[in-house]
């Protein structure tokens, strides 16, 4: 039950793709150490998502963004912000979720989690492929649960820009929990240990647009698909 919380923890730094020092100059949208401004609009299996994101600089080489969205028909508040270093490739983001009806089988069952996150890029092959590990540490807790359980996330993401507009990211992620969920109701402890795998495929045009397809296989077996729109500005 904690995959939608890894899938939306993977797609932060797919969120922070791209930064133009100017309205004309084409963005990457490959780089997760990047930053924009923008709207967007996700479809899929798990409903609709919109979302807006606000970016600026905090220095010369140190910028942030904010980005309020909601996913899966509205019953997914997210709030995010961060902080990212394209010269040095690092960044840390931290990621609040509400989820008003995370349970698949229990209406109106509620969970909250936060995540902080850092990361560093490590480029090969000219900046085409980049390897970033990113781990992240914070709580969870839901309605059948007494009180938080903290948790931690490892990650790595492989991505590779096939063309100058083509671009392609495999995203393996690892969830546990530092101890187990103490369970209302007389219920089983339970530990979260979730492993996802997540396949995005991207394409940039007219500079500051792009379409990504995701794919999501998560550890009830189950996959997840949706696209997605991105206008920068």
């Known amino acids: 039950m904690f995959h ?19 309205a004309e100059e084409a963005i990457d949208f490959s780089n997760p150490t990047s930053v924009y401004s923008a709207v967007d ?14 970016a600026g600089e905090l220095s010369d080489n140190w910028a942030f963004l904010s980005k ?9 508040l ?18 609040y ?35 970033v590990p990113i781990a992240g540490v914070g709580y969870t807790s839901n309605d059948f649960a007494h009180g938080r359980t903290n948790i931690w996330m490892l990650q790595a993401m492989f991505i590779h820009n ?9 995203t393996p992620i690892l969830t546990q929990s530092f101890s ?15 492993f996802d795998m ?12 792009n379409v990504r397809l995701h794919i999501n296989h998560n550890e009830d077996n189950k996959a997840e698909t949706w696209v997605a729109y991105t206008y920068a500005f």
Do not use: C
């Open 198 to 209: 997540e396949f995005v495929a991207g394409y940039r045009f007219n500079g500051n647009q």
């Open 4 to 22: 939608k919380l890894v899938l939306s923890l993977s797609l932060l730094t797919l969120s922070m793709q791209a930064s133009a020092k100017d």
């Open 41 to 54: 609009i996700n479809a899929g299996t798990d409903g609709v998502a919109l979302g807006l994101t606000l």
């Open 78 to 95: 997210r709030l995010r912000g961060a902080a990212v270093s394209n010269s040095v490739g690092s960044g840390f983001m931290i990621d």
């Open 97 to 131: 979720i509400k989820h008003n009806d995370f349970h698949k089988d229990i209406e109106d069952s509620k969970s909250e989690t936060l995540v902080i996150n850092a990361m560093q890029v490590l480029p090969f092959n000219d900046g085409k492929t980049m390897i």
């Open 180 to 194: 187990d969920m103490e369970m209302k109701g007389g219920l089983e402890k339970q530990r979260v240990n979730s």
């Open 162 to 170: 096939w063309t100058e507009s083509i671009w392609t990211n495999f």
């Open 68 to 76: 309020l969205e909601l996913r899966e028909n509205a019953d997914m």
